[in-house]
């Protein structure tokens, strides 16, 4: 089935390290983005990419780091740099053209440092 | 930041119809109207889109006004199912994403 596959969907690290959030869709998408969200809040954009090896920095791109090497993939790298990193992230995907240009989402990676 | 405006919580009968507002007055004429919502700890789902006209689809009709200034969402028949946070979006077909607060809608039963 087409979909957009998030994973894993609970990762644990130490604080310090850097960790990669997997985001893979075969919807054949041109627009990527990553979303966090925290307890009781709305998402905040971090990264979309309208195209392969193009993207932009959202509301809260500091501390994280993307790539769009290929048009299913957009992999997220949350720093150490990153000063609050536990969060629920989100990824989704959207087409750029025809009648309906809504996003579909993964089911997000709750990610939890420690 | 967010275009909209949306109440931040309202409350609706199970069986009756949920009409959820939002405000978007500086919505310029390139821009479409989305809907979403998010049940607890889940990814966002889309339920509809319009630009202009009301449009219609199995899960809701959406209500734009004349003025395009405000809309209205409609679930006909709200079920428990139904109880999540419902983001209004505002944005041109191939931009980004920017979602508000939403409306958190409990469904009584």
């Known amino acids: 089935d087409g979909g957009i596959t998030q994973s894993p969907k609970y990762l644990f690290r130490k604080e310090g390290q850097n960790v990669t959030l997997s985001c893979e869709q075969n919807?054949?998408?041109?627009?990527m983005y990553w979303y966090r969200q925290d307890p009781g809040q709305g998402l905040r954009l971090i990264y979309y990419s309208q195209i392969v090896n193009d993207f932009q920095k959202g509301d809260i791109a500091e501390g994280y780091s993307v790539s769009r090497e290929k048009k299913e993939s957009f992999p997220l790298t949350v720093t150490s740099a990153q000063k609050n990193p536990t969060a629920f992230y989100l990824c989704a995907s959207s087409t750029r053209q025809g009648p309906g240009t809504e996003a579909f989402f993964g089911q997000g990676t709750r990610l939890t440092v420690v | 930041d967010a275009k909209t405006t949306q109440p931040t919580s309202m409350d609706c009968a199970e069986g009756r119809a949920a009409n959820l507002p939002c405000n978007h007055s500086t919505i310029s004429g390139n821009e479409y109207v989305y809907w979403y919502r998010q049940i607890h700890s889940q990814g966002p789902q889309y339920i509809i889109h319009?630009?202009?006209n009301n449009e219609t689809n199995e899960m809701a009709s959406l209500i734009i006004t004349e003025d395009r200034k405000s809309s209205t969402l409609i679930l006909p028949h709200a079920t428990l199912r139904d109880t999540a946070v419902y983001y209004c979006?505002?944005?041109?077909?191939?931009?980004?994403?920017?979602f508000g607060k939403g409306t958190r809608l409990h469904i009584l039963p």
């Open positions: 319009g630009l202009k």
């Open positions: 919807l054949n998408h041109d627009a």
């Open positions: 979006i505002v944005r041109v077909r191939d931009d980004k994403i920017i």
